[in-house]
């Protein structure tokens, strides 16, 4: 069993920065692919970066793409999610995930392990 907990949402003006953290128990993640998923009351869960085991690839929602970094740090258990140039339009319940599967993967059906979620408030 894996638990993941996010961390370091909180609130931004627009064009500032964020990291989120989500650091993993229970068992090593390191042969697990880790995403990033972002939410917005009413709206579906939707996918916003992953990274693969090793750290070596990485995938981008086309949304986020040259704004948002996704890293890992496999000694400490811990995925990260660097935000810059933070718009109103990302403001949502961000949370990390973990998937036996390919780091290709966008549905939120192919990750076996969720946190609980950050909230992230970017003003205007």
């Known amino acids: 069993q894996v638990q993941l907990v996010e961390s370091g949402g909180g609130l931004v003006q627009a064009g500032g920065s964020l990291r989120l953290s989500c650091a993993a128990s229970?068992?090593?993640?390191?042969?697990?692919?880790m995403g990033w998923f972002r939410q917005t009351p009413g709206k579906e869960r939707e996918f916003v970066a992953a990274?693969?085991?090793?750290?070596?690839?990485?995938y981008y929602a086309d949304s986020v793409k040259g704004r948002f970094t996704i890293s890992r740090d496999n000694a400490k258990n811990t995925v990260y999610l660097q935000m810059n140039s933070l718009k109103p339009e990302d403001t949502a319940v961000y949370y990390c995930a973990a998937t036996v599967g390919s780091w290709r993967y966008v549905a939120t059906n192919a990750y076996h392990y969720w946190g609980q979620g950050t909230q992230v408030t970017v003003s205007s």
């Open positions: 990274v693969s085991w090793s750290g070596g690839s990485t």
């Open positions: 229970g068992r090593t993640v390191s042969s697990y692919a």
